[in-house]
């Protein structure tokens, strides 16, 4: 089973019922439009968080404080499956709206939109995805295409479906993408479907020319932390809020369960481990958990 060091979680959550298997809800809520296959639906059964031993529901973490809530949902909590395994899981996982959980809040719809711009550099190719703002190279013609509003459904502000793309809110900006990126302008880079971890596999050349917005701007904005971005880097150093994977699946942690751990796991999961998905080590997501340690920023 997955496993993370526990911590204290706040004591006055109240208790109902029995712990039954979570069950997701229905997709149609405005705030889940475009993201049906993110897994950002709340479950609707109670669960157990671990430490302290306690029932509680989605719904009674959505009334928590602020503080309150940033803390339970960045702890572990368990789940009853069908077959009477018990899953263990971040809770931020198991309640995603409730926690606001930033796969879901800073994730670009997956649907298509008219707007009126068009891009002067693609033989006046329409803006009308997520996916073709990264294709800008021009990021004040990005701000005046994420600042304008559709003219299609959903009726609002780009920037609104596009908080990744866009950029504007930097917890956002500053998260690499774990899909696999498709296109690329540079031909002598390789044509296939690359990754953001797949930066390693390239020449030290080949990486100033992948991590540079103007020659490949949708890989350089799609991976900002792996490209050392400067202002990720320097100007905006905060902990990931995402839910952190490390040993192949085998820990389960976040910033926060790292910021509470003993020297010698603070020392395991920022300096020694890298994250599954992101592959960086723990010190990059979690800078300020992290500090003290002495860790490389980035290069292994």
């Not at 995603?96 to 800073?106: D, G, V």
């Not at 799609?222 to 150093?237: A, D, H, L, M, Q």
């Not at 603070?266 to 958990?289: I, M, N, R």
Request: charged share 30%; aromatic share 8%; net charge positive.
């Amino acid at each position: 089973l997955p496993t993370a060091l526990p911590t204290a979680l706040p004591t006055a959550l109240p208790t109902r019922g029995q712990t039954l298997e979570p069950t997701p809800g229905p997709t149609s809520v405005p705030e889940l439009f475009g993201l049906e296959k993110l897994e950002c639906v709340d479950a609707t059964d109670e669960f157990t968080v671990i430490d302290p031993p306690t029932s509680t529901s989605c719904g009674t973490i959505h009334l928590l404080g602020r503080r309150e809530k940033e803390k339970i949902c960045a702890v572990l909590g368990e789940t009853i499956v069908k077959n009477s395994d018990r899953s263990k899981k971040l809770v931020q996982e198991i309640c995603p709206q409730a926690c606001k959980n930033i796969k879901c809040t800073c994730a670009d719809r997956i649907t298509t939109f008219l707007s009126d711009f068009v891009d002067p550099n693609q033989n006046g190719k329409k803006i009308e995805t997520c996916e073709s703002l990264y294709e800008l190279r021009d990021w004040k013609n990005r701000n005046t295409v994420c600042k304008s509003s559709t003219k299609s459904p959903p009726y609002r502000k780009i920037k609104k479906i596009c908080p990744t793309a866009c950029g504007f809110r930097q917890e956002c900006f500053c998260r690499d993408r774990t899909e696999p990126i498709s296109k690329f302008f540079s031909t002598d880079i390789m044509q296939k479907p690359r990754y953001c971890k797949d930066l390693y596999d390239y020449s030290d050349d080949d990486k100033l020319i992948l991590c540079d917005e103007k020659k490949e701007p949708i890989f350089s904005r799609s991976c900002p932390v792996i490209c050392s971005n400067s202002y990720c880097r320097e100007e905006f150093s905060f902990d990931s809020k995402d839910t952190l994977s490390f040993d192949n699946g085998q820990t389960i942690s976040s910033c926060f369960l790292i910021s509470q751990g003993s020297t010698e796991f603070k020392e395991s999961l920022c300096c020694k481990k890298q994250e599954d998905k992101f592959c960086v080590k723990g010190s990059v997501l979690c800078p300020k958990a992290c500090k003290g340690f002495n860790c490389e920023y980035l290069r292994s």
